[in-house]
């Protein structure tokens, strides 16, 4: 099993800062099956990146993502008062074929 | 737009079995394949499985071999989850959602399963 480390597991941060989330990967993974969704209490999760960087369908282009083999980042520049939730990266390979990280959660300072 | 409808909450007991539906509206049910996905609480997101709802074809995770069902019904453009055999540890949030190359790009609102004696 391919097993992500999001960190940090928690960020506190302000309305118009950036932010910087890590997912690793317990051995190396496809760029093109990384992917990042943002998930709010209630709500479907959202899909934010796939393929390591490129952004879905009606995504702020404040959301990027970046990486290759073990390491892979969400930045999220200037951020809205929308965008505090949390995020999961999740990626294809292996077995089970996918797995998800354990989540950051971006909170308001 | 791409919408998918889950069924209500469920609370069941240890041993029970319950099934779950998804229903897709706004895209060719047929050209897709459906995943369930579900979240315990304090726990990260872990695959089920899925079906490929042209053929019906499924594939499972082997932790869940032999106590998870997936089904479709074309006609209603619907897709279940079935689980028996219910322990605590299911209790969970299960979520539908459509696969798209390597990803999901679009999820069901969740349903949550609560086992409880």
């Known amino acids: 099993e391919i097993v992500l480390t999001q960190s940090p597991g928690t960020l506190s941060l302000s309305p118009g800062e950036g932010a910087t989330l890590s997912c690793r990967a317990s051995?190396?993974?496809?760029?093109?099956?990384l992917a990042w969704y943002q998930h709010k209490p209630g709500q479907a999760p959202r899909l934010l990146i796939y393929?390591?960087?490129s952004r879905a369908t009606g995504i702020p282009d404040r959301f990027s993502g970046s990486g290759s083999g073990t390491d892979f980042t969400l930045t999220i520049s200037r951020l809205e008062p929308e965008d505090f939730a949390v995020y999961y990266c999740?990626?294809?390979?292996?077995?089970?074929?996918?797995?998800f990280g354990q989540g950051t959660k971006l909170e308001i300072k | 737009q791409v919408q998918f409808v889950q069924s209500g909450a469920e609370v069941k007991k240890p041993g029970a079995s319950v099934k779950l539906s998804c229903e897709a509206s706004?895209?060719?049910?047929?050209?897709?394949?459906m995943h369930w996905v579900r979240q315990a609480p304090g726990q990260r997101l872990e695959w089920m499985g899925w079906?490929?709802?042209?053929?019906?074809?499924?594939r499972y995770s082997q932790k869940l071999q032999g106590r998870v069902t997936l089904s479709r019904d074309t006609s209603a453009n619907t897709v279940y989850m079935e689980l028996s055999s219910l322990r605590s540890e299911d209790t969970a949030v299960y979520y539908c959602?459509?696969?798209?190359?390597?990803?999901?790009?679009?999820w069901g609102q969740g349903t949550l399963v609560t086992v409880s004696s």
């Open positions: 079906i490929n709802a042209g053929n019906g074809n499924t």
């Open positions: 959602a459509r696969q798209s190359w390597y990803h999901f790009d679009h």
């Open positions: 051995q190396s993974v496809s760029s093109t099956s």
């Open positions: 706004g895209y060719t049910f047929t050209n897709f394949a």
């Open positions: 393929g390591a960087s």
């Open positions: 999740q990626q294809y390979g292996g077995s089970p074929p996918y797995t």
